[in-house]
């Protein structure tokens, strides 16, 4: 397990950023401080005045340009696909050569892949990489070649850690699926039904909040759910195992029972949701997303009622402004979240312009603030999660 006392955390929002914690922050750099931004994209005149800054105190090693590494978490996924587009648009705008590698989900090509950025003399690093257990063994790497790195969503030591707000964005979507499926099923055949969370062990112990988080939140709007009644399935981050692994577990839930499924990602969630309707059992089966970087589905997919969004299209608006600011020697933000919306077809249009908005919500949305807050009272008070709390919200 990675030492939570290596971290040095900072994250930030998607449409709004809010800055918790105690902890002292920098001045504004160049029109960009993240507790009052909002998420847009600066211009290329503010951008390339944070370089200039930057090279003041940390200059390119080719005595020339700025070069970045990013490692993204997988290139032919639509959250590595959209991530990856915002961060080369920031990198072109800012002057900055951007070098991609693809972790593959994959934690010996990370490394191989940071090895190559160090060879390559990058000036900084971006990594978005799966596996835990090849955190510390890439981090390490970086350290002794004196590069920085932001790493996105997976926490690695002695990095900035930047990405989802993980026990509200869960709880979010697991109380959105519990108050969806009442609405659709009634309260009654819900206690009778299967709730189905798609997990990724091999991330670590803060992903695992995001599906813990899903219970939790499940839990606060169909109290008394049976146990015996949850299951559990490691999805591996693909929609091909996702897919396997559900149709597994379907033999164990009985015909005519509600079906409850949510992910980690919008990918884990469409392959089990696949896996349910090839068993033709799509009468029983409601899905909500993660993400809301699948909007195509989200869009058009009947069954896969909404999503919480985490915008990795705007991460790039914040990343190359983040790392420019640890450049030029300025003090970060110890802690802020990405702040998460449910993604629907009533309100996809306002994300996503591509989709039209369709009809209205069947129901009407409230998040339980009060159960989140005595939730992250017990994230807070569990002994496994001491060190991490820095990665919780206040509230």
Not at 79 to 88: M, P
């Amino acid at each position: 397990m990675i030492a939570p006392t290596m971290f040095r955390v900072i994250a930030a929002t998607a449409l709004t950023c809010s800055i918790l914690g105690a902890a002292a922050v920098g001045a504004e750099f160049h029109g960009f401080d993240p507790a009052t931004y909002d998420g847009t994209m600066l211009s290329a005149a503010q951008l390339k005045a944070m370089v200039a800054d930057a090279e003041k105190k940390t200059p390119p090693k080719d005595g020339k340009t700025y070069t970045f590494g990013f490692a993204n978490l997988q290139r032919d996924i639509a959250f590595g696909i959209l991530t990856e587009k915002g961060i080369q648009a920031n990198a072109d705008a800012a002057g900055i050569k951007l070098v991609v590698a693809d972790n593959r989900l994959d934690g010996p090509t990370g490394l191989t892949n940071a090895q190559s950025f160090i060879r390559q003399h990058v000036d900084f690093v971006i990594e978005f990489q799966t596996d835990v257990n090849f955190g510390p063994k890439i981090s390490a790497a970086f350290k002794d070649a004196g590069i920085k790195v932001i790493a996105i969503d997976i926490p690695m030591p002695d990095t900035t850690f930047f990405g989802v707000n993980n026990p509200r964005s869960g709880f979010m979507t697991g109380s959105y699926l519990g108050a969806a499926a009442i609405h659709q099923f009634g309260k009654d055949k819900v206690l009778s039904g299967y709730f189905v969370d798609g997990a990724l062990p091999q991330s670590g112990v803060i992903p695992a909040l995001r599906t813990r988080g899903q219970l939790a939140g499940f839990n606060a709007e169909v109290p008394n759910f049976p146990a015996d009644h949850i299951l559990q399935i490691d999805t591996k981050n693909t929609l091909q195992e996702s897919y396997s692994q559900m149709s597994n577990v379907l033999g164990r839930i009985p015909h005519g029972v509600p079906i409850m499924v949510t992910a980690i990602n919008d990918q884990s969630a469409i392959g089990m949701l696949r896996a349910v309707k090839s068993a033709g059992r799509a009468d029983d089966l409601i899905v909500v997303g993660s993400g809301a970087d699948e909007s195509q589905a989200l869009a058009s997919e009947e069954k896969l009622v909404a999503s919480t969004g985490s915008f990795p299209e705007r991460y790039g608006n914040y990343i190359i402004p983040m790392a420019l600011d640890e450049l030029a020697g300025n003090a970060v933000p110890p802690a802020a979240f990405v702040h998460h919306v449910m993604v629907s077809k009533a309100n996809i249009c306002k994300y996503n312009p591509q989709f039209p908005c369709k009809g209205k919500d069947a129901f009407t949305y409230v998040f339980p603030q009060a159960a989140f807050e005595k939730y992250l009272a017990e994230l807070r008070s569990d002994s496994t999660l001491s060190g991490y709390t820095a990665l919780f919200p206040n509230n």
